[in-house]
């Protein structure tokens, strides 16, 4: 337990240009109080003894406004960066190295049973406010972009971006012309192209009637 304190505490050093000491780190820092708190409530729960585990992460949840159900697993050298409105859920699994930022969410959809929740690779970088949602898996090496929404598995080194996310790097080389400046509004692509589809059944349907007369 120590030596993970250890390599949180340095994580946090590597990946916070804020962060000043390892004192403040370990006093101050409300994601790696919730990563400590975490790794007890996990044990908890994983021999069964389940009230004490969940009266552990929401006591966290209190202390921190982040919110990690006691079920979910969380690999070394995790970095919470900020943390205000995280929350993880019970059957989330996520890898080593892994840094997300506040307002992330790695939650369900509410129509799956047992895994519901998605699968994080290692080395993975989740930006504020995006939303991962299923149980699906996020590669190694891969960033979220802020703000995202991601539905679907994205392979290993890729970046994703938007809402609902879709990858604009693999492997180091984009795979379209977008930046996240110019980014194309993926529900008026839909409405369009629902607009295409229904005129051309509108077409196909006058020519039947017409054929019938």
Request: hydrophobic share 40%; proline share 4%; glycine share 10%.
């Amino acid at each position: 337990m120590f030596e993970l304190l250890k390599e949180d505490i340095l994580s946090v050093k590597q990946r916070d240009p804020a962060a000043k000491n390892s004192i403040e780190i370990f006093f101050l820092y409300p994601g790696l109080k919730a990563i400590r708190m975490h790794r007890r409530a996990h044990w908890f729960y994983e021999h069964n003894m389940h009230f004490m585990a969940r009266y552990i992460s929401q006591r966290a949840a209190r202390k921190t406004n982040i919110e990690i159900h006691p079920g979910a697993k969380i690999g070394r050298r995790f970095f919470i960066d900020h943390g205000t409105g995280v929350v993880i859920g019970e059957t989330a699994e996520i890898g080593d190295d892994v840094t997300i930022y506040q307002g992330v969410t790695l939650g369900g959809t509410g129509k799956d049973k047992g895994k519901r929740h998605p699968t994080i690779g290692n080395n993975v970088m989740i930006g504020a406010g995006a939303k991962v949602l299923g149980p699906f898996t996020v590669g190694n090496n891969c960033n979220i972009a802020a703000g995202s929404v991601v539905l679907d598995a994205i392979p290993d080194n890729c970046t994703a971006v938007g809402s609902p996310a879709r990858i604009v790097r693999r492997n180091g080389i984009r795979v379209d012309e977008l930046d996240q400046i110019h980014i194309p509004d993926p529900v008026a692509q839909e409405i369009c192209r629902l607009e295409i589809k229904i005129e051309r059944l509108e077409k196909e349907l006058k020519k039947y009637k017409e054929e019938q007369q």
